[in-house]
């Protein structure tokens, strides 16, 4: 498996948001369909509407499933997110900390459920993605890339 990597240029995650209906069975029929082509989710968050819901996903392939979605007739929005090991413990008062005191909004955030390195892994939307690595690279948290959550 890919490491964690220095670098602020490499130091994305790709995330792919959905528009489903909010109806019985929607989020199953997708992961299915993600699942039949060995295409793991790595990370979820769901925000619920009256009608709709957005699920945000992280998968090992997104690409891939970016386009499995499209044929399937569920288009995804894909954005870029921070990956970031959390210390030892846990720590994210440290994390928020360190990209307040640089003036840089988080938009959201979310944990992902496989870990790295047997860390936990906190995904941030912040307002500058390279401004936020470069903080937090220089406060000594490890930045995760895609590659570290790749097909096992």
Do not use: W
Request: charged letters at 20%.
């Amino acid at each position: 498996m890919a490491d964690v990597t220095e670098d602020a240029i490499s130091h994305r995650i790709m995330q792919l948001s959905l528009f489903l209906p909010n109806r019985l069975g929607a989020m199953l029929r997708v992961h299915r369909t993600l699942d039949a082509s060995r295409i793991k989710v790595r990370g979820i968050t769901i925000l619920d509407a009256a009608d709709h819901a957005v699920v945000r996903l992280v998968c090992d392939q997104p690409t891939l499933a970016a386009e499995i979605l499209r044929n399937e007739g569920t288009p995804p929005v894909e954005s870029e997110l921070l990956g970031v090991a959390l210390p030892s413990g846990g720590e994210l008062k440290s994390i928020l900390t360190a990209v307040i005191a640089a003036e840089l909004n988080v938009h959201y955030m979310y944990a992902l459920l496989t870990p790295v390195d047997g860390r936990t892994v906190l995904a941030l939307h912040v307002e500058s993605p390279d401004a936020a690595a470069r903080v937090l690279l220089g406060r000594g948290f490890r930045l995760v890339n895609q590659d570290a959550l790749g097909p096992e």
